[in-house]
């Protein structure tokens, strides 16, 4: 039985469907990953398991986050802190952007993220 040109068509529109639907669920999976992820360590953080309270804030690095959050195997347990910092220069807190970076390994947690 040969395929017609039509069905060749159909077959690629829905293999490029079935890969936008896989690159959907993808970025959603990410997402949801990096939601919970800011709320365990959040919940962390304010319960004193993770990071230092010094005379700066609450201070963790880059080492202790990822001991602590041992669980995560994908790389995004090392991308975390970094997405999370805010830009040199800005002081206002987003709902993504929460840490300063005190140097290479060490962030500093935003002191308004506890509505304090």
């Known amino acids: 039985m040969m395929c017609s040109a039509n069905d060749k068509a ?3 529109e829905k293999a490029q469907v079935n890969e ?13 990953a990096q939601a919970s992820l800011k709320i365990r360590f959040l ?3 304010c319960r004193g398991e993770l990071g230092a309270v010094t005379d700066q804030g609450i201070v963790i690095t880059l080492d202790e986050f ?3 959050f041992s669980d995560i195997t994908s790389d995004y347990v090392n991308s975390f802190l970094p997405a999370a910092t805010l830009e040199p220069g ?5 709902p993504t952007k929460f840490v300063f970076r005190s140097q290479r390994g060490v962030y ?3 002191p308004d993220v506890f509505g304090v």
């Open 10 to 12: 159909q077959v690629n």
């Open 66 to 68: 990822r001991a602590f």
């Open 20 to 32: 936008k639907a896989q690159v959907n669920e993808k970025a959603r999976a990410d997402e949801e």
């Open 108 to 110: 500093r947690v935003h």
């Open 90 to 94: 800005s002081t206002q807190m987003t």
């Open 43 to 45: 919940t962390a953080v």
